[in-house]
């Protein structure tokens, strides 16, 4: 069964920092373009970061410089992190892991997501 699965979310003052992890089982993954995206109450669903197979990376300009994410393809299971340095009240959201269509995921998977509350 394919499934992702987040951690890390949590509360932390404006300016903080946090770390969020996904754990995609099943080796298949490494095929795949792996996110994070976002969604904050009342607001659509944005893209957060990517990372391809080869590791390049995007951002979304609201968190160039202050978001970091990376990927580990371990023998069973695909690591997802995003690293989260000077956090701000706007960066509030659910955040979800995604692998993206491709390879034996052919409609993508999402994460259930985790919260993350940036307090002023």
């Known amino acids: 069964q394919v499934q992702l699965v987040e951690s890390g979310g949590g509360l932390v003052q404006a300016g903080g920092s946090l770390r969020l992890s996904c754990a995609a089982s099943?080796?298949?993954?490494?095929?795949?373009?792996m996110s994070w995206y976002r969604q904050a109450p009342g607001k659509q669903r944005e893209l957060v970061a990517s990372v391809t197979t080869g590791g390049l990376t995007n951002y979304a300009d609201s968190v160039k410089g202050r978001f970091t994410i990376s990927r580990d393809n371990a023998k069973n299971t695909v690591y997802l992190y995003l690293q989260m340095n000077s956090l701000k009240p706007e960066d509030t959201a659910v955040y979800y892991c995604?692998?993206?269509?491709?390879?034996?995921?052919?409609?993508?998977?999402w994460g259930q997501g985790t919260q993350v509350t940036v307090s002023s």
């Open positions: 099943g080796s298949f993954f490494r095929l795949n373009t």
């Open positions: 995604k692998a993206e269509p491709g390879g034996w995921v052919p409609a993508g998977s």
